[in-house]
T-cell receptor, first 115, second 111 residues
Framework: EAGVVQSPRYKIIEKKQPVAFWCNPISGHNTLYWYLQNLGQGPELLIRYENEEAVDDSQLPKDRFSAERLKGVDSTLKIQPAELGDSAVYLC?????????????FGPGTRLTVL | KQEVTQIPAALSVPEGENLVLNCSFTDSAIYNLQWFRQDPGKGLTSLLLIQSSQREQTSGRLNASLDKSSGRSTLYIAASQPGDSATYLCAVMQGAQKLVFGQGTRLTINP
């Protein structure tokens, strides 16, 4: 069974430029998560989708961050414009159903460096 | 607000030793607690999941315990191996919806 796929794995951009990350969850997983992980810290939830609906985006900085999950499968997370402090690893995870507290399966992440 | 703390931040031990990683959380109203492993440049792999009604879970050389009333969990690794070197993260699930992570313990097993 294929795991969670993320691309790109690494991205280097200059500040004020836009950037987008893509995630393909495990087939059949209805719930998709985007996390932000700073160096030496644990991941922090940015947004959670149940199928196509964003049900928890309280930690997403909406002035510059946006996300979408078209057709309830793949998801894209965008930053525009990027700031120096956005340098981090962006992790995508999926689970069968959040309501049951199912195990979340994580992708390898995208490491973003903003210069 | 739930806060999860892991001690120590880093640990280095010789191969073959048994070791314990600690995790504490401030709000005992959790749905479950999970231990994850993270290798450099890679995502997280779930190791053990303990439901709030359980006291412990075992998988091979790993044993995780949960004392919800005191807000503590431990991960016990028996007969450590160099391949166990990684960062270990503890996370609690609030309301079956949100995982709150600790900052992790970076473990090094020396051959």
């Amino acid at each position: 069974e294929a795991g969670v796929v993320q691309s790109p794995r690494y991205k280097i951009i200059e500040k004020k430029q836009p950037v987008a990350f893509w995630c393909n969850p495990i087939s059949g997983h209805n719930t998709l998560y985007w996390y932000l992980q700073n160096l030496g810290q644990g991941p922090e939830l940015l947004i959670r989708y149940e199928n196509e609906e964003a049900v928890d985006d309280s930690q997403l900085p909406k002035d510059r961050f946006s996300a979408e999950r078209l057709k309830g499968v793949d998801s894209t997370l965008k930053i525009q414009p990027a700031e120096l402090g956005d340098s981090a690893v962006y992790l995508c995870a999926s689970s069968l159903a959040a309501s049951r507290g199912d195990t979340q399966y994580f992708g390898p992440g995208t490491r973003l460096t903003v210069l | 607000k739930q806060e999860v703390t892991q001690i120590p931040a880093a640990l280095s031990v010789p191969e073959g030793e048994n070791l314990v990683l600690n995790c504490s959380f401030t709000d005992s109203a959790i749905y479950n607690l999970q231990w994850f492993r993270q290798d450099p440049g890679k995502g997280l792999t779930s190791l053990l999941l303990i439901q709030s009604s359980q006291r412990e879970q075992t998988s091979g050389r790993l044993n995780a315990s949960l004392d919800k009333s005191s807000g503590r969990s431990t991960l016990y690794i028996a007969a450590s191996q160099p391949g166990d070197s990684a960062t270990y993260l503890c996370a609690v699930m609030q309301g079956a919806q949100k995982l709150v992570f600790g900052q992790g313990t970076r473990l090094t097993i020396n051959p």
